[in-house]
C-alpha cells in the first residue's frame, strides 16, 4: 500500500509556504470577520425588502476586507480602488434606482468584482488579465464560498496546537459559566417581574418569538459566515491557476480559420447589401414596400440582429485563441478577415437601431428597448476596441478594456432617469395620436413617478386616461412609507414626496373630493437627472 499523499481536491487550499513566518491568528481574524458580517448580513439583509441595506452590508463587507487586508495581506492584491471602488458605486445606485433590472445589475456588479483577488493569483497583471482567467476567477471564488471554510480546521490556519487546545479550554470554561448562571437568572429574573410590571413586561417581550423566526436567522447567519470564511481563507491561501494543458487545447491551420471567416464575412456582406436601401429610403421604404409593416421591420428583426451581433464577438475571440501559436502568414489573414467582418458587423448594428429608431418612433418606447439599444451600444464600442487590441497584437488588454466600457455603458443607464423618459416620449406620441400602450407606463417603478404626475396634471392626454394615471398614482405613492429604514429607497422616497406634494391636484383630476381648494399647477419637476430613476420591460 503506498504511502503517498492523494491527490488534493480543487478546493483543497495549498499549505502556507512558510507557516512559522506567518502571524498563526490569521485564520481565526477571518473567522471573526465572517461571523461578525454574518451577523450583519443577517439583521440587514434578512427583510421583505431590499435598498440602502444591501449598500450598507457592502460598504460592511468592503470595510471586513480592508481590515482582513491590512493585518494579512490577501493575494498581494490591494482591494483599493479596484475592487472597493466599483463595490460601492453600484450598491448605492442600488439604493438609488428602483427600476428592477438596473438594481439585478447593481446586485451582480458587486458579486463579480468580488473575484478581483482571484484574478491576480493566475500571475497576470490586473489591466492584462485574459477574459479566461477572470471566469476562472470566477469560478474560484464560488468555489472559495462553498468550499473555502474547510481550511479553517488546517493547524497552520487557526494556529498551533497548544493555542488551539487554550482556545478550547476558554470556550469550555465560558459555556460552564452559562450553564451555572442559567437557573440563577432565572430565579432573579422571576423575583424582579414578580415586583415590577415595566421590567415583567420586558421579560415578555424578549422571549416572545417564533422558533420558525429564530431557525431562519439561524441558517441565514450561519450560510453567510460560512461563505464569507471560505471566500477569506480561499484569497489567502488558493493554489495559484494551473495553466490549461497544452495536450488539451484545440489548434487549428490558418486554412480552415480563414475558410470560416470567408464564408461569414460573405454572408454578413450579403445582408448588410440587402439593408441599403433602408437605410437611405428610410421610414417612406418601409411603408411603400408590399406586405411589409413597421412590426414586421423592425420588431421581428431587431432581436434576430441583436443576437447576430452577439455572436460575432465570441467568434473572432476562439479563431485568435486557436491560432495564437500560428505563422504570421495565418495571422495576418485572420486580421485582414476579422477587421472586414468588424465593419460589416457595426452595420448591421446600424441596421438594428435603425429599425428600432423606426419602430419607437411608431409605438414608443419600453425599458426592454433602451436596455437591448444600450446592450448594442456597448457590443459596438467591444468590436472596436477588439480591433484596437486583439487585431494589432495587444489581446491581453482586451478583457480589461471590455470590462470598463460595460461599466460605463451601466452607469450610463443609471444616471439619467430612463423611465421618465420613457414615460414623456409615449406621451408625446399618445398626443401625437399614435397608437401607445398607456397601460404599460403604469407597470413601471418608482422612478417613472415624477413623469407620470406630469402626465395627470400637466398633459394633454384625454380625460379617461388623466384620471387613470392620478388614481394608480395615489393608490400606489399616496400611502404612508414602509417603517423598515432598511429598505429605504431614493426614488420610491422621492415618487411619495411628488404625490404628496401634488396631492391636491392629482385627487382633483381623479374625480375625488378635495377637503381644500386645489393649486392651480403642480410643482415644478425636473426633467433632467434626478435621484430617481427608471426602467421596464
Not at 453567510?224 to 494543458?245: H, I, N
Amino acid at each position: 500500500m503506498s504511502d503517498s499523499a492523494p491527490a488534493p481536491l480543487p478546493f483543497d487550499p495549498a499549505p502556507i509556504a512558510n507557516p512559522s513566518s506567518a502571524r498563526p491568528q490569521w485564520g481565526l481574524s477571518a473567522l471573526g470577520i465572517a461571523v461578525a458580517l454574518g451577523l450583519a448580513g443577517d439583521w440587514l439583509l434578512n427583510t421583505g425588502w431590499w435598498g440602502i441595506n444591501w449598500s450598507l452590508w457592502l460598504a460592511l463587507l468592503m470595510g471586513g476586507l480592508a481590515l482582513q487586508q491590512r493585518h494579512f495581506p490577501i493575494a498581494g492584491l490591494p482591494l483599493w480602488p479596484w475592487m472597493t471602488i466599483p463595490c460601492l458605486v453600484f450598491a448605492g445606485c442600488f439604493a438609488w434606482r428602483d427600476a428592477p433590472l438596473l438594481r439585478m445589475l447593481d446586485v451582480l456588479i458587486p458579486l463579480f468584482f468580488l473575484s478581483v483577488p482571484a484574478w491576480r493569483v493566475t500571475g497576470n497583471a490586473l489591466f492584462r488579465v485574459s477574459l479566461g482567467a477572470m471566469a476562472n476567477g470566477l469560478f474560484a471564488t464560488a468555489l472559495d464560498a462553498c468550499f473555502g471554510a474547510i481550511a479553517l480546521w488546517r493547524p497552520e490556519v487557526l494556529g498551533s496546537a497548544q493555542l488551539r487546545s487554550g482556545g478550547l479550554r476558554r470556550v469550555l470554561a465560558v459555556a460552564l459559566g452559562l450553564a451555572i448562571s442559567l437557573p440563577i437568572l432565572v430565579v432573579f429574573g422571576g423575583l424582579f417581574a414578580s415586583a415590577d410590571a415595566q421590567f415583567a413586561n420586558l421579560i415578555r417581550g424578549l422571549f416572545r418569538f417564533r422558533i420558525d423566526d429564530v431557525i431562519t436567522h439561524a441558517l441565514v447567519w450561519v450560510t453567510m459566515s460560512w461563505c464569507l470564511a471560505g471566500y477569506l481563507c480561499g484569497m489567502k491561501v488558493r493554489q495559484p491557476a494551473a495553466p490549461w494543458p497544452e495536450e488539451l487545447r484545440i489548434r487549428l491551420g490558418g486554412i480552415e480559420v480563414a475558410t470560416v471567416l470567408l464564408l461569414v464575412d460573405a454572408i454578413f456582406a450579403v445582408f448588410v447589401a440587402t439593408q441599403l436601401p433602408y437605410f437611405f429610403g428610410g421610414a417612406a421604404r418601409v411603408a411603400t414596400t408590399t406586405g411589409l409593416t413597421y412590426a414586421n421591420y423592425a420588431r421581428h428583426g431587431f432581436f434576430e440582429l441583436v443576437t447576430a451581433t452577439a455572436l460575432v464577438l465570441p467568434l473572432l475571440l476562439a479563431g485568435h485563441g486557436v491560432l495564437r501559436d500560428a505563422d504570421a502568414r495565418a495571422m495576418r489573414w485572420y486580421r485582414g478577415l476579422s477587421g472586414i467582418l468588424l465593419a460589416l458587423v457595426l452595420v448591421v448594428v446600424a441596421s438594428a437601431a435603425n429599425r428600432m429608431w423606426l419602430y419607437q418612433a411608431e409605438y414608443g418606447l419600453t425599458v426592454l428597448r433602451v436596455h437591448v439599444l444600450a446592450f448594442e451600444f456597448w457590443l459596438a464600442g467591444a468590436l472596436v476596441w477588439m480591433a484596437a487590441t486583439v487585431l494589432v497584437g495587444r489581446a491581453e488588454r482586451f478583457a480589461s478594456g471590455v470590462v470598463a466600457w460595460g461599466l460605463i455603458a451601466t452607469l450610463g443607464l443609471q444616471l439619467p432617469n430612463l423611465e421618465g423618459g420613457i414615460v414623456d416620449h409615449n406621451v408625446a406620441i399618445a398626443q401625437a395620436g399614435k397608437k401607445v400602450d398607456l397601460q404599460y407606463l403604469f407597470e413601471l417603478s418608482a422612478d417613472a413617478a415624477p413623469a407620470l404626475v406630469r402626465a395627470a396634471i400637466a398633459s394633454s392626454l384625454a380625460p379617461p386616461e388623466r384620471q387613470t394615471v392620478a388614481k394608480m398614482l395615489l393608490s400606489r405613492y399616496g400611502t404612508d412609507a414602509p417603517t423598515d429604514w432598511r429598505g429605504w429607497n431614493a426614488s420610491q422616497a422621492g415618487a411619495r414626496a411628488i404625490v404628496r406634494d401634488n396631492r391636491q391636484a392629482l385627487e382633483q383630476v381623479a374625480g375625488l373630493p378635495a377637503a381644500i381648494p386645489v393649486q392651480a399647477g403642480p410643482r415644478e419637476i425636473s426633467r433632467g437627472p434626478a435621484p430617481h430613476a427608471a426602467t421596464g420591460r
